[in-house]
């Protein structure tokens, strides 16, 4: 329906158009009648279009400014002005035309989405191939998507895969992903037939999330905008009283017509909507839904932020943060490669965590055979030659737990961890200790929000208090709100109401009632939409929060637009009208005034379609490639930093065995350091390449200098120590180990957040360049999206 009206307007703007045009050419050539009945035929046209427009109004009982365009045609006829009614013919359809092809435009980057919905599944069963429908797959189904097709389901891959992303992220080039990553519903498979097992069913996963988010996203009137009709009505009284006391006042009704045809109530009809329906364009090619020109309006206005904890300034999935070996026998990287290659088919929320740690190590990964879920324990299986086990500390470890197990439970409950425990042929091994890891791009986002006008950010969350300080510490904001429920949130937002407008950001069911109760609610959708993002008014499709911050500029903007063009565009309306009403302005001349000016406000209008500032940081392409070669580097040299705290723990000044932290030692010099002055030498420049200053990379710099220190502080004092080893060099050595790692894991921090999260996660998982590999440095591979928190 929406497309025939399109239609019609474009038909009925290129006939008026033409009958102008073909009687100037007639005015010309100096035949007077033909141009007069080109124009009278266009303005009876127009006058037939305002009476249809007027009629539908009238029908719909609402109010509407169209009864001044009869007025003006009718006039134009009456007095004999054709050229003025086929000017106000022009305009009328020319503002009707650019009005439907801005929502069209602003439907179209909503839309897209709707048009990939797929219907059938291939499901993969003990007798081959059945096709079904979607909604019949269940989780841990196996799944065959063929070449061409979209993904069905949320689930993770068993095979390799190149996906286009484009209708989900906007990254218009394929993305490779390996087996164990997590690949969302809606994507489309640009390579080979893949395998994957379903980790959610049809109705859960992100496509029907994000489709019936589109559903809701139906462009409705911002609060400047229905200001704006409110006011376009009162001007029609106001010219009717100026056309009737111009002709009264000189008792001529050519001035009369001349008013009603400069009268333009177009950039308060036109303008203002014009420019919020660019601003939800603009927002949506951003990957930020918004649902309607209100919500735009009151994100431009918000001014206290508050936010989540979990999926919001958190991952919002476990990643495996350490791996801890119960003795000798099995090195943390072999443990690591068993319990990856046993959760490969395992549908549990903590396998992504682990089997993507594995990846990001290069570790060959093999199929498990014989796999058993042990609900509520666990789950076993044979991996190569070993029977591998994973799951709960009493399953794994049951009587006494050994001194290791209590190591862990403490490191875990200091951290907020989870913990997988692990055996290996019927003997305890090691465990994993998985952590919800703050958002790389958190700090930079609470500074860029800061920078587009939110006063004041609050964190508030249901997590335990010393974890949300942490958090709440690091990524900077006003004040934090501990152990809140539901109802606790929504009395916090009610509080912060009182003083500015609120927007609350989150992403789990449980905030769908505060999504609601704040003046916006912003939902994190890009891992699937949930109840949350059903509530809110805002919703994020990336897997990017500093979208946010784009977001609210973008907002902003158009607010600013619609004003700029609504002042400008009356101010000088109004001014024209005077002009006619003294007899200044013949309707012909305000009839193509009233079209220049109209053309002026709707063009100031759809600046807002048009790119604007934002914070989001560009990075030229060609220093993508080396960002993801050193992404991968980075990710490798992780399990290094951890043999450090392993070392140093198992240093005793008993034995004074220094064997391990000599071999630590190679590892070092063979792998961190070359990786180290990689960053120094590329990624360092590379940053202030793309932020445009050297400042930022100031801390970068000094601590890679600091590491370089503290490897040559240990690699001399190692020199120094032969047969005699006494006591206090054990120490020494300790407490060499434990400073250097702490300035390693602070450093990876600020790595992580000040050069890393500058880059699209989905350019950091391309293939890194073959011809820029570092020896001793394993390839790993790209990012795994996905699960939630929980125990096994």
Request: proline share 5%; glycine share 8%; net charge neutral.
């Amino acid at each position: 329906m929406k497309r025939v009206y399109e239609r019609r307007q474009l038909i009925l703007f290129v006939a008026s158009t033409l009958l102008l045009l073909g009687g100037g050419v007639a005015w010309l050539i100096d035949l007077p009648s033909v141009a007069a009945l080109c124009w009278d035929v266009g303005t009876v046209a127009g006058l037939v279009a305002s009476v249809v427009w007027t009629a539908g109004a009238v029908r719909r009982r609402q109010p509407t400014v169209d009864i001044i365009a009869v007025l003006a045609l009718a006039g134009a006829l009456a007095i004999d002005e054709p050229f003025a009614g086929a000017m106000v013919t022009v305009m009328l359809a020319s503002g009707q035309l650019l009005e439907a092809r801005a929502a069209a435009r602003a439907r179209r980057e909503l839309s897209l989405l709707l048009e990939l919905a797929p219907r059938t599944a291939h499901r993969r069963t003990g007798s081959g191939v059945v096709d079904v429908a979607v909604d019949e797959i269940t989780r841990g189904d196996l799944v065959l998507v063929g070449s061409g097709e979209v993904v069905p389901v949320d689930g993770r891959l068993v095979t390799e895969a190149l996906l286009d992303e484009a209708a989900m992220t906007g990254e218009p080039l394929p993305v490779e992903r390996g087996p164990g990553e997590e690949v969302r519903s809606g994507v489309v498979n640009a390579g080979a037939p893949l395998d994957l097992v379903a980790t959610a069913t049809s109705a859960e996963s992100t496509y029907a999330g994000l489709v019936r988010l589109v559903e809701q996203a139906q462009a409705r009137s911002a609060p400047f905008v229905r200001t704006a009709d409110r006011l376009a009505v009162y001007f029609v009284p106001l010219t009717l009283l100026l056309a009737i006391g111009a002709w009264v006042a000189s008792a001529d009704p050519v001035r009369a017509v001349a008013v009603l045809v400069v009268a333009t109530p177009c950039p308060l009809l036109l303008a203002a909507p014009i420019a919020f329906m660019s601003g939800l364009s603009q927002a949506a090619r951003r990957g930020v839904v918004v649902k309607g020109g209100g919500a735009l309006e009151r994100l431009a206005v918000g001014r206290v932020m508050l936010f989540d904890k979990t999926g919001t300034l958190t991952a919002g999935r476990p990643a495996v943060a350490n791996v801890v070996t119960a003795n000798s026998q099995i090195g943390p990287d072999d443990l690591l490669r068993l319990a990856a290659s046993l959760d490969q088919v395992s549908p549990h929320v903590l396998a992504t965590a682990i089997v993507t740690a594995a990846v990001n190590r290069g570790l060959g990964l093999q199929m498990p055979e014989d796999v058993v879920e042990e609900h509520g324990y666990g789950v076993r299986g044979r991996v190569g030659p070993h029977e591998v086990q994973l799951g709960k500390a009493s399953w794994i470890v049951p009587g006494e737990p050994p001194a290791w197990v209590r190591q862990v439970r403490r490191r875990a409950d200091l951290d907020g961890s989870v913990t997988v425990f692990a055996a290996v042929d019927g003997a305890p091994a090691g465990a994993f200790l998985l952590e919800d890891s703050i958002r790389p791009d958190a700090p930079r986002m609470v500074r860029a929000l800061r920078a587009a006008g939110i006063s004041r950010i609050v964190l508030v969350t249901g997590d335990r208090a010393d974890i949300a300080e942490t958090v709440g510490r690091i990524v900077g904001v006003d004040a934090v709100l501990a152990d809140r429920d539901p109802a606790e949130k929504l009395a916090a937002i009610q509080v912060e109401r009182r003083s500015a407008a609120t927007i609350m950001v989150g992403d789990g069911v449980n905030d769908a009632p505060a999504l609601a109760a704040a003046d916006v609610g912003v939902a994190l959708a890009a891992r699937g939409a949930t109840a949350s993002s059903e509530a809110a008014d805002v919703v994020l499709t990336v897997d990017r929060i500093d979208a946010l911050a784009d977001a609210i500029l973008i907002a902003q903007r158009s607010k600013r637009i619609a004003l700029q063009a609504v002042v400008v565009g009356m101010g000088l309306s109004l001014a024209a009208m005077a002009a006619a009403a003294a007899g200044q302005l013949p309707p012909a001349v305000g009839a193509v005034l009233q079209e220049g000016i109209d053309v002026l406000a709707i063009g100031i209008a759809l600046r807002a379609v048009l790119p604007g500032k934002v914070h989001t940081v560009t990075v030229d392409a060609s220093d993508l490639a080396h960002a993801r070669r050193l992404k991968v580097q980075h990710d490798a040299t992780l399990a290094v930093v951890e043999q450090i705290r392993t070392v140093a723990d198992g240093l005793s000044t008993q034995s004074r065995d220094l064997a391990p932290t000599r071999a630590l030692m190679g590892r070092l010099e063979a792998e961190l350091l070359p990786h180290e002055r990689a960053d120094e030498e590329v990624l360092v420049p590379l940053v202030a390449r793309a932020l445009g200053t050297t400042a930022a990379t100031a801390g970068l710099s000094r601590t890679h200098a600091e590491i370089e220190h503290q490897i040559g502080r240990l690699r001399r004092l190692l020199g120094d120590l032969h047969a005699d080893v006494r006591p206090e060099d054990v120490i020494e050595l300790r407490r060499l180990l434990y400073g250097l790692y702490a300035v390693l894991r602070l450093h990876n921090a600020m790595e992580t957040e000040g050069a890393f999260s500058l880059i699209p996660a989905a350019e950091l998982s391309g293939e890194p360049d073959s011809d820029h590999k570092t020896p001793g440095l394993r390839r790993g591979r790209r990012r795994l999206t996905a699960t939630r928190r929980h125990n096994r």
